[in-house]
């Protein structure tokens, strides 16, 4: 069974650093696509940075510059690395799988991806919490 754990939240000042990880288990992430995900209170959950299924890097302009995703196929774990965070990153972080790689481009949370967008696994949250 497909599980994912996120780690690493907290509340930090404006301006400060965070690091998010998230543990998958019962698969590996081979080719496909990975991300992170945030939604904050009375919105909607929006994309904050992926791995294609060809691992290229995407991110959303809000975070562009000041957040990094990585993955370490090792550990199998996925990071997004947060700096010069502000009090509009607060939120809840989910990390999520999609494990429908494909030839075409498909439009799913504010990126075109190699991936169907169906975003099978979620995991169950970490808070993130930025005070001005």
């Known amino acids: 069974q497909v599980q994912l754990v996120e780690s690493g939240g907290g509340s930090v000042q404006s301006g400060g650093s965070l690091r998010l990880s998230c543990a998958a288990s019962?698969?590996?992430?081979?080719?496909?696509?990975m991300g992170w995900f945030r939604q904050a209170p009375g919105k909607e959950r929006e994309g904050v940075a992926i791995i294609d299924s060809d691992g290229t890097t995407t991110y959303a302009d809000s975070v562009k510059g000041r957040f990094t995703i990585s993955q370490d196929r090792d550990k199998n774990t996925l990071n997004l690395q947060m700096n010069s965070l502000k009090p509009e990153d607060k939120a809840m972080y989910y990390c999520?799988?999609?494990?429908?790689?494909?030839?075409?481009?498909?439009?799913?949370?504010?990126?075109?991806?190699?991936?169907?967008?169906?975003?099978?696994?979620w995991g169950q949250g970490t808070q993130v919490t930025v005070s001005s």
């Open positions: 999520a799988a999609d494990p429908t790689p494909t030839r075409n481009h498909y439009y799913t949370y504010g990126f075109w991806l190699r991936c169907k967008g169906l975003w099978n696994y």
């Open positions: 019962g698969y590996t992430y081979s080719s496909y696509c």
